[in-house]
């Protein structure tokens, strides 16, 4: 039997807060006590602000005290949940993902998840999404019955958290149309919610709605959640994602040639790599300094003289950086007239197809647009227009950016030879 008020007054004791910090100004500490002695039953709307006052999800209050052995199991699992959010290597993930599903599907298979309290709940959403990272199932009815289950227990950022998800999942098979209907929905109930909904549930969602609409070249609704995510981060001094928005800004500058702003956003997401000290965005900021010379300082002797380390990351996203390094390389040997270099260094360069954003896509494709003027300077006619074909159809559909219009200059160029 759940006994809320007895839960209410051990997490305040724990706490070390009086009746009245708890009651605020929405409660009498009267009507706490006897909320607290199992004399009155609170209704949800104090619940609500009992919860937010604990710092707490008003989920936790809905729980049984005879599930402290799941409980345990559940803080474990989270525990090697937060490790794995942590894990760069492939290899290693997989692993990870694989222990807490064997950890996990033992209490799936005997019906020990049955959703009557906040931890059975979160075990089937890890359980479905570590079979989701293993590619064992793509099947997202198993996020969307959680979503049902966690708001009839009022856990309104996990709810949050899952159509933010969900919204993810879609953008990265390309069905934008229906990964922003599942954002909009995030939106719509953190409008019903907002108040009892984290801040960071609130990033990931605008963030994932910012970089979605970019995608779907609707610039309007795209700066609308990227000012919403600002002014969160900035007011909350939340650094939660901030250099992903300056990132963004940065390449919303550098299309459309604003030195000045380019640079700001540069300075700003450098100050923030130091202070992260996330070594991948580190790496991220010396790319986007590369390309920076390239496109609005046009120094291509600094960008080809410019060294990188990357060897300990996983082999995927030394892969994805590859890719991104020879081509500023290449950019800039091309517009210094060294072909050889330029086409060499191009030679085994990959499709976009594991780039999600068109961002990310239309720089690759500009590497095979390098690559076809290259031929075609060498006199390979057939292989240039095989190349500038490939790249021109890739971006038809992208919102004209500086390398959408080296693509298709490179086009005109190849298709007139």
């Not at 600094?302 to 060294?307: G, N």
């Not at 086409?343 to 990959?350: P, Q």
Request: proline share 1%.
């Amino acid at each position: 039997m759940i006994k809320i008020g007895e839960k209410i007054k051990e997490l305040r004791k724990e706490r070390k807060m009086t009746l009245a910090q708890v009651a605020g100004d929405r409660l009498s500490k009267g009507m706490l006590s006897l909320i607290e002695n199992g004399k009155a039953q609170p209704s949800m709307e104090s619940l609500q602000h009992i919860a937010k006052q604990l710092d707490i999800d008003v989920s936790e209050l809905m729980q049984s005290n005879d599930s402290q052995e799941l409980k345990v199991f559940y803080i474990k699992v989270e525990a090697l949940v937060t490790e794995l959010n942590k894990t760069y290597e492939d290899e290693e993930h997989r692993e990870k993902c694989q222990e807490i599903l064997s950890l996990v599907e033992p209490y799936m298979k005997e019906n020990k998840l049955n959703g009557n309290t906040f931890e059975e709940i979160r075990l089937t959403d890890i359980y479905h999404l570590m079979r989701y990272y293993l590619e064992l199932s793509q099947d997202t009815a198993g996020f969307e019955s959680c979503i049902a289950r966690y708001k009839q227990i009022y856990a309104h950022s996990k709810v949050v958290r899952r159509y933010s998800d969900l919204g993810a999942i879609e953008f990265n098979r390309k069905n934008h149309e229906k990964a922003i209907v599942w954002m909009l929905k995030g939106v719509e109930y953190i409008e019903q919610f907002d108040g009892f909904i984290g801040e960071i549930e609130k990033l990931d969602l605008y963030y994932n709605l910012t970089v979605i609409y970019a995608a779907y070249n609707n610039e309007s609704e795209s700066e609308k959640y990227l000012r919403l995510s600002l002014n969160i981060a900035l007011e909350k001094k939340i650094l939660y994602r901030i250099n992903d928005f300056y990132r963004y800004l940065f390449f919303m500058q550098l299309n459309k040639g604003d030195k000045e702003k380019a640079q700001i956003y540069l300075n700003k997401i450098r100050a923030f790599s130091v202070i992260l000290e996330d070594p991948l965005d580190l790496v991220m900021e010396d790319l986007l300094q590369l390309a920076y010379w390239n496109q609005i300082e046009h120094a291509y002797e600094r960008v080809i003289s410019t060294d990188f380390n990357y060897r300990d990351f996983s082999s995927k996203i030394r892969t994805q950086l590859d890719q991104f390094l020879v081509g500023e390389q290449a950019y800039a040997h091309y517009h210094l007239q060294h072909i050889e270099e330029a086409h060499a260094l191009l030679m085994d360069i990959i499709g976009p197809e594991i780039y999600h954003h068109p961002l990310d896509a239309a720089r690759i494709y500009r590497s095979f647009a390098i690559r076809a003027l290259c031929y075609l300077a060498q006199g390979d006619v057939e292989n240039a227009k095989r190349d500038i074909l490939y790249a021109a159809d890739g971006v038809k559909n992208y919102a004209q950016s500086l390398d959408k219009t080296f693509i298709d200059e490179a086009y005109t160029k190849i298709m007139k030879s």
